[in-house]
């Protein structure tokens, strides 16, 4: 597995998304904890998750605490694993979400995270979404204690613009390690945040970089994007091997996370990192869509 930098150390340079395994149609247990150690069999070292990635308003942190046990129980070595997690969204368990920036609810949201996922510091912790309630500053202001108090060891933001961006760089002072936002060949409106992150030096995180939960059980990127099928054709792989590959291609600080709740599902995401597109495909499928 090709390697990335995210702050001061190396990961996967295709991560692992747990949220399908955790809300509406997510799967048994059983498969959930053989989807993550498939994962870690095919060389993921990064994995992606949130305390509100739950189904119902009395399990928060389901995810969190899944993949605590999946780690516990693989039985090869998970020191090099980074879990990363995020607070600042909420699900009240009838299907929707909101939002919490408030700088007490971050702070007790990753003491409790940390619990759940049995470690003394949180290896990343992300600030979810903004929130309008509350000044951006303010939130971000919550990870930059989190920090100095060594509750967490890498801070990253989600669902950030460039300002956000800036911001959160200079109030962090230079800390800022991640950005997550939604990029895929469907939704391309985070290009500015990636190109900023390239800049800067810090790691851009596509969340649904295939297009989404539906998309991607329904196995097709969907007819607009034709020439991600006709190189996966060229390749012998799958379009959504080309999609990681072509993402991984657009900068060197780019991971994504795709989503999987099937061992086959990650273990055809992660050979994206072995794909290599030429300049001429790269450029083909940036026009696409």
């Known amino acids: 597995m090709q390697t990335r930098t995210l702050g001061d150390r190396q990961v996967s340079a295709v991560g692992l998304g747990g949220m399908p395994m955790s809300i509406e149609g997510r799967p048994d247990e059983a498969r959930s904890v053989a989807t993550i150690h498939a994962a870690l069999d095919a060389g993921v070292t990064f994995i992606d998750t949130a305390d509100s990635y739950h189904l119902h308003a009395d399990e928060v942190g389901h995810n969190e605490e899944l993949i605590a046990r999946a780690l516990r129980s693989y039985g090869g070595d998970t020191s090099d694993v980074l879990v990363a997690t995020k607070g600042g969204h909420l699900r009240p368990g009838d299907g929707s979400w909101t939002k919490n920036g408030h700088p007490d609810h971050l702070k007790e949201a990753a003491k409790a995270s940390a619990e759940r996922l049995g470690v003394d510091a949180i ?126 291609a657009l900068a060197p600080v780019v991971v994504p996370i795709p989503g999987a709740s099937r061992p086959e599902s990650i273990q055809d995401s992660a050979r994206a990192a072995e794909l290599e597109l030429t300049p001429e495909e790269v450029e083909r499928l940036s026009a696409a869509g």
């Not at 800390?175 to 800067?200: D, I, K, T």
Request: charged letters at 20%; aromatic letters at 8%; hydrophobic letters at 45%.
């Open 123 to 248: 290896g990343l912790y992300q600030f979810h979404r903004p929130d309008p309630e509350v000044p951006y500053a303010d939130s971000v202001g919550a990870l930059r204690e989190l920090l100095d108090e060594g509750v967490i060891e890498r801070a990253g933001i989600s669902n950030a613009d460039p300002d956000q961006i800036r911001e959160a760089q200079e109030i962090l002072g230079g800390r800022l390690v991640s950005v997550q936002n939604q990029f895929s060949p469907r939704f391309r409106s985070s290009l500015p945040e990636l190109e900023l992150c390239a800049e800067l030096g810090i790691a851009f995180l596509p969340w649904s970089p295939l297009g989404g939960i539906a998309l991607a059980r329904s196995g097709e990127l969907g007819p607009e994007f034709a020439p991600f099928l006709e190189v996966a054709e060229a390749h012998g792989v799958s379009p959504f091997q080309v999609a990681l590959a072509w993402e991984l």
